[in-house]
């Protein structure tokens, strides 16, 4: 995501610290003796901080050059089986008390979406948990083509998604973590837009706009777009968010679904401009 926009080489750790701190509060009520299920797991550094924290984790990565990465990082864990699959096509062995996804349904349609998390409903403990970290835009879908589709979702849309899959959404958290330095990313691409390429000076402007948010983090993540929102102009274009899913519950027998699932002990719901 921040490649070639003059950041230092530490902002990619302080994002993820900042998204470890979320992903704590996700979890932190879930028992250490439970399984996990880390699917697209790329260079595993997810699986590794489960590793370090539950029971067992099985790590799914279909790319063979990130699975060699995920293999010798997660190869100081016993606890960790890495899997060289394709997320639609594993068989999850066993049950798992908590599923993560990664950003794996942007690269997905939401056909496969659907089918994807319908296939993880039967390897589900009766308490589990999904939860997904995923890319969003503040409204519809935008699907981009190129090497690869990605598809870009709202949370609207991404609510819709998970109800048509059997799923209650217990809780949407906006990810702090990712929109700071993504608002950086795009002030930079609106930089070099406007400006002749041999006065770009990247190194120096990247740093500048990236420490200049950084000495307002985090509430500027959150009062700027809020702002900006007010005033009729998105920005930053593209966010992201926290979303925990748990199979639905049958309808009670008086016709009433319980409300109470939305406000659980995950935290309250974060919507799109509310931030």
């Not at 790329?42 to 067992?56: I, L, N, S």
């Not at 809020?226 to 009670?252: E, I, Q």
């Given at each position: 995501?921040?490649?070639?926009?003059?950041?230092?080489?530490?902002?990619g750790?302080?994002?993820?610290?900042?998204?470890l701190?979320?992903?704590t509060?996700?979890?932190?009520?879930l028992?250490?003796?439970?399984?996990?299920?880390?699917?697209?797991?790329?260079?595993?550094?997810?699986?590794?901080?489960?590793?370090?924290?539950?029971?067992?984790v099985?790590?799914v990565?279909a790319?063979?050059?990130?699975?060699?990465?995920?293999?010798?990082?997660?190869?100081?864990?016993?606890?960790?089986?890495?899997?060289?699959?394709?997320?639609?096509?594993?068989?999850?062995?066993?049950?798992?008390?908590?599923?993560?996804?990664?950003?794996?349904?942007?690269?997905?349609?939401?056909?496969?979406?659907?089918?994807l998390?319908?296939?993880?409903?039967?390897?589900?403990?009766?308490?589990?948990?999904?939860?997904?970290?995923?890319?969003?835009?503040?409204?519809?879908?935008?699907?981009?083509?190129?090497?690869?589709?990605?598809?870009?979702?709202?949370?609207?849309?991404?609510?819709?998604?998970?109800?048509?899959?059997?799923?209650?959404?217990?809780?949407v958290?906006?990810?702090i973590?990712?929109?700071?330095?993504?608002?950086?990313?795009?002030?930079?691409?609106?930089?070099?837009?406007?400006?002749?390429?041999?006065?770009?000076?990247?190194p120096?402007?990247?740093?500048?706009i990236?420490?200049?948010?950084?000495?307002?983090?985090?509430?500027?993540?959150?009062?700027?777009?809020?702002?900006?929102?007010?005033?009729?102009?998105?920005?930053?274009?593209?966010?992201?968010?926290?979303?925990?899913?748990?199979?639905?519950?049958?309808?009670?027998?008086?016709?009433?679904?319980?409300?109470?699932?939305?406000h659980?002990?995950?935290g309250?719901?974060?919507?799109?401009?509310?931030?």
């Amino acid at each position: 995501m921040m490649d070639g926009f003059g950041f230092p080489s530490s902002a990619g750790h302080f994002r993820f610290r900042g998204e470890l701190k979320a992903v704590t509060k996700s979890v932190g009520n879930l028992r250490s003796s439970i399984s996990v299920l880390d699917l697209g797991s790329g260079m595993g550094f997810w699986t590794e901080y489960f590793a370090q924290r539950f029971a067992r984790v099985v790590s799914v990565e279909a790319s063979p050059t990130l699975y060699e990465s995920l293999r010798q990082r997660s190869s100081s864990y016993p606890n960790v089986t890495p899997v060289n699959d394709d997320a639609l096509s594993f068989k999850p062995p066993g049950k798992f008390g908590l599923v993560f996804l990664g950003g794996l349904l942007m690269y997905l349609n939401d056909k496969d979406v659907r089918t994807l998390l319908g296939n993880l409903t039967s390897c589900l403990e009766p308490d589990g948990l999904i939860l997904c970290r995923e890319s969003t835009i503040r409204q519809g879908t935008q699907t981009l083509q190129g090497d690869y589709q990605v598809v870009y979702r709202s949370v609207e849309t991404y609510e819709k998604v998970f109800a048509d899959a059997g799923f209650d959404l217990l809780s949407v958290q906006a990810n702090i973590a990712y929109i700071y330095p993504q608002m950086a990313c795009e002030l930079v691409k609106k930089w070099k837009a406007h400006v002749p390429e041999r006065l770009v000076c990247l190194p120096v402007v990247g740093r500048f706009i990236y420490w200049g948010l950084r000495l307002g983090y985090p509430w500027n993540a959150e009062v700027i777009p809020r702002l900006l929102d007010g005033m009729g102009y998105a920005f930053p274009k593209l966010t992201n968010h926290f979303f925990v899913l748990r199979p639905s519950s049958p309808t009670p027998a008086n016709g009433r679904a319980d409300a109470t699932l939305r406000h659980s002990h995950h935290g309250p719901e974060v919507k799109e401009g509310t931030r």
